[in-house]
C-alpha cells in the first residue's frame, strides 16, 4: 500500500503508541525506504524481533519506561546482539565501552556484558531513563541517546528551541544521521506494529528468548558446553553472544544459558568430563606491560610451555596487539607443540598478529578471508559472526594473521630468470605478505598467482616462499563466441558496485586489420594493469615493456596505453551485443546479511549517461536531495547503489536522472 496515503489516512489509522508518533515527509520517506531498498534487511530485522521484544517490553515495564523503545534496538542494530560499529559500538543497544561501563555494562578479553541481551537491555532502559529525567521529551532523549547530551545542548542553543522538528531544520544545530534518527524509529515503529499493511507478509519470527542456565565450576569452552548439551557452537553463541572469548573466564563460577531442557543432561555430562579437559586452548591478546611471565602466571602454566606453543624465544620481546596461544594443561593441542623442536625458534618465530579491515562496499567475506590468507569461518568467529551473518560495508573486522620471519632469505630480494619463451620472475614472500598485495604490486590478479604457483589455499602462504610471476601464453585472438559466453567472471572484490561501465568512447582504435598492431586504451578508475591484461588477452609484462612502465601502481585513471593485439578487445563486464541498455552485474544487497557470492542478474538501465551530478553538501541528506530534485528516494538510491538514506557524506557526487 502506498504509504503516504496510509499514513495520511483518517484518525485512528495507525496503532496505538506508548511514545508521541508524528507523521510528516521525513517520516514517509524512511517508509518507503523500508518498503523499498531496505526491505531485505527489515525484513530480516522483522524476524528477530521475536526474540528479543518479549524479553526487551518485560524490562522496559520493570524499569517505568514506554516500551515502544524495544524499536529503538531495531533502528541501532537490526535486533542483533553480534553487531558492531566503526564507532567501535556493540551489542543489541549500541552501547560503546565508556557508556557501557557508565550503566555497569563491562567488557575484558572473555565477557562483553554490551552484547548480552538481557544486561544491555537493562543499561539501555536506565540511560532513557536519564536522557528523559534532562530533557522531559522522548525525541530529545533519543538524540542524545543517538548523538551525546552535549548534542542536544548544543542543538537548543544553536535553535533556541527544544523542538526536535525545529532542530531537524537546522543542519547547523544536528549531523544529518542524529536529523534521521527520530523519523527512522517512527517508520521503524509504524511498520513493526502493523506490518502486513506495509507489504510485510508471511513473516516467520523468531522464537522468544528461552533457556536453561547452568553454573560452571571452572573455566570451560564454548564447545565443550555445545557438546554436553546436544546442541551446536553457533547456538551456544546466540544464546551467549556476551562469551567473546570463546571461553568462560578463567576467574570464579560462570552461569551459562543451555538450550531449554537440557539442563539435568549437561550436568551429568559436564561432571564426566575433567576439569583439565574442558578447555584445550586459550588465546591471550598482548596488552601494554604483558610479558611471558606475566602472560603465564595469568593462566597458571610455565613460561616455557607459552614459548613453546607460540614458537617464540622465551627471553623475546612480545608486541602489544599479537595473539598468543595458550596450551592450558591437558590439552591435546599444547602436548603436540610441546613435541616440536624448540631449536627451531632461532631460526624463525611465529606468532598471530592482530589486525583491522575496514569492509568496503561490494566486499564479502570470503573475499576478505581470502585476501588476508585466512578462512571464513576464522573470521566469522573472530568477530563473533554467526554462520549465515554477511559483512557490510565500513564495518570494522578484527584479524589475526600468521606472521613468520625466516631468516634464511632476504625477504626483499627477488631475482628474474628465464624459462623456455616467456619471461619469469619470482617474487620471496616477506614477513606479513598476502597474495592481495603481492598482486597489487606485480599488476596482476589473486587468481592468477595461485594458478601459476599451484596454491589451492592462500592462507599456507609463509615468508621466504619463493612465488613465480610468470605469465602464462595466452592466445590474442578474439573469441567468436557469443557475448553471453565471452562476458568474463571478474573477481568481486575487484568491481565495485558502482563501478563505470567500459565504454567505447574510452578506446581508441587504428584503422588496422593487423591483429598484431597497436590500439590506445584509456585507463578508467579502478582499474589495474593486470585487469586490463587479463581482459585484452596479453600478459602484464608485454604491457610495462610496450609502455615503458617500471611500476604498475603508479598508472591513473586517464592515462593512455598501447595494447598489441586485436583491434576488437573484449570488454569485462558488458555484454556486447545485447540491447544497449542491458547490463550484467553482480547482485549487491545493502543487508548486513547478504550471500556470501552474490548472484549474477539482469538489471534494466534507462540511460548510461546520467542527466546530472549532485555534489551532497554538508548538512544534506537523501530526503532533502530527493526533494530538491523532484525525484524518489529509492530512485537515487538505485541510480548510486546506496544502502541506508543516512549514508551519504559531504563531497560525495550523486547520480540524478531527469527520467
Request: include cysteine; hydrophobic fraction near 35%.
Amino acid at each position: 500500500m502506498d504509504a503516504s496515503r496510509l499514513l495520511r489516512g483518517e484518525p485512528g489509522t495507525l496503532p496505538k503508541f506508548d511514545i508521541p508518533i508524528e507523521v510528516n515527509d521525513r517520516v514517509i520517506a524512511w517508509v518507503e525506504y523500508f518498503q523499498g531498498a531496505g526491505r531485505k534487511r527489515f525484513q530480516l530485522y522483522l524476524e528477530r524481533s521475536g526474540r528479543y521484544i518479549p524479553m526487551m517490553r518485560q524490562i522496559l515495564k520493570e524499569e517505568g519506561l514506554p516500551q515502544d523503545l524495544v524499536y529503538i534496538s531495531l533502528i541501532e542494530s537490526g535486533f542483533s546482539p553480534h553487531a558492531y560499529s566503526r564507532a567501535h559500538a556493540a551489542g543489541l543497544w549500541q552501547f560503546i565501552r565508556s557508556t557501557g561501563k557508565m550503566y555497569g555494562l563491562s567488557s575484558d578479553d572473555w565477557v562483553d556484558e554490551r552484547r548480552d541481551p538481557y544486561k544491555a537491555t537493562r543499561a539501555a532502559a536506565r540511560l532513557f531513563r536519564d536522557l528523559y529525567k534532562d530533557y522531559g521529551d522522548w525525541y530529545l532523549a533519543m538524540v542524545g541517546y543517538n548523538a551525546g547530551p552535549g548534542r542536544v545542548k548544543k542543538a537548543i542553543s544553536i535553535t533556541g528551541s527544544k523542538n526536535f522538528w525545529v532542530m531537524a531544520d537546522d543542519r547547523n544545530a544536528l549531523r544529518a544521521e542524529t536529523r534521521d534518527y527520530v523519523p527512522k524509529f517512527i517508520a521503524a515503529a509504524i511498520i513493526a506494529k502493523m506490518p502486513e499493511k506495509f507489504g510485510f507478509t508471511n513473516i516467520e519470527y523468531h522464537a522468544p528468548l528461552d533457556f536453561d542456565t547452568y553454573l560452571l565450576d571452572s573455566q570451560t569452552d564454548l564447545n565443550v558446553i555445545a557438546k554436553c548439551s546436544n546442541s551446536d557452537i553457533e547456538e551456544i553463541r546466540w544464546l551467549n553472544p556476551h562469551l567473546v572469548g570463546g571461553v568462560t573466564p578463567p576467574s570464579g563460577p560462570t552461569e551459562i544459558r543451555i538450550p531449554k531442557g537440557t539442563s539435568e543432561s549437561f550436568g551429568e555430562k559436564y561432571a564426566a568430563i575433567p576439569r583439565e579437559e574442558r578447555v584445550r586452548i586459550v588465546h591471550h591478546i598482548v596488552k601494554k606491560g604483558d610479558t611471558l611471565s606475566k602472560i603465564a602466571k595469568r593462566y597458571k602454566v610455565s613460561i616455557n610451555a607459552v614459548a613453546v606453543a607460540n614458537n617464540i624465544n622465551r627471553h623475546g620481546h612480545l608486541k602489544r596487539g599479537m595473539t598468543l596461544t595458550i596450551p592450558v594443561k591437558g590439552s591435546v593441542a599444547a602436548a603436540a607443540v610441546a613435541a616440536n623442536d624448540s631449536s627451531s625458534s632461532k631460526s624463525s618465530s611465529s606468532t598471530k598478529k592482530m589486525s583491522f579491515h575496514v569492509v568496503r562496499a561490494g566486499e564479502t567475506a570470503g573475499a576478505i578471508a581470502s585476501k588476508h590468507g585466512v578462512t571464513v569461518s576464522q573470521l566469522k568467529s573472530w568477530n563473533n559472526l554467526n554462520k549465515k551473518a554477511m559483512v557490510r560495508a565500513g564495518q570494522k573486522l578484527k584479524l589475526y594473521v600468521d606472521v613468520r620471519t625466516a631468516s634464511s632469505e632476504s625477504p626483499a630480494s627477488s631475482s628474474p630468470r628465464q624459462s623456455g619463451n616467456a619471461s619469469v620472475s619470482v617474487h620471496i614472500v616477506a614477513r606479513g605478505d598476502t597474495l592481495g598485495a603481492i598482486a597489487s604490486k606485480y599488476g596482476t590478479s589473486v587468481k592468477n598467482l595461485m594458478e601459476i604457483n599451484g596454491i589451492d589455499d592462500p592462507s599456507k602462504l609463509r615468508a621466504g616462499q619463493k612465488l613465480s610471476l610468470a605469465s602464462r601464453a595466452v592466445s590474442k585472438e578474439v573469441p567468436s563466441s557469443s557475448p553471453s559466453e565471452t562476458f568474463a567472471a571478474e573477481s568481486v572484490q575487484d568491481v565495485e558496485p558502482s563501478a563505470s561501465i567500459p565504454s567505447v568512447a574510452s578506446i581508441t582504435q587504428n584503422d588496422s586489420s593487423n591483429s598484431e598492431s597497436f590500439f590506445t586504451y584509456t585507463i578508467k578508475p579502478g582499474e589495474t594493469l593486470g585487469g586490463i591484461a587479463n581482459r585484452h588477452k596479453v600478459s602484464t609484462s608485454d604491457l610495462m615493456k610496450w609502455n615503458s612502465i617500471k611500476n604498475p601502481r603508479t598508472l591513473r585513471a586517464g592515462t593512455k596505453i598501447k595494447i598489441k593485439g586485436s583491434s576488437s578487445p573484449v570488454y569485462v563486464g558488458v555484454a556486447k551485443s545485447a540491447p544497449p541498455k542491458q547490463i550484467v552485474v553482480a547482485s549487491a544487497s545493502p543487508a548486513p546479511e547478504a550471500m556470501a557470492h552474490p548472484t549474477e542478474e539482469k538489471l534494466e538501465v534507462a540511460e548510461l549517461t546520467p542527466d546530472l551530478v549532485y555534489n551532497v553538501k554538508s548538512g544534506d541528506t537523501l530526503w532533502g536531495i530527493a526533494r530538491m530534485h523532484r525525484v524518489s528516494i529509492a530512485d537515487i538510491q538505485r541510480w548510486n547503489n546506496l544502502g541506508d538514506p543516512s549514508s551519504v557524506k559531504p563531497g560525495t557526487k550523486l547520480t540524478i536522472r531527469k527520467n
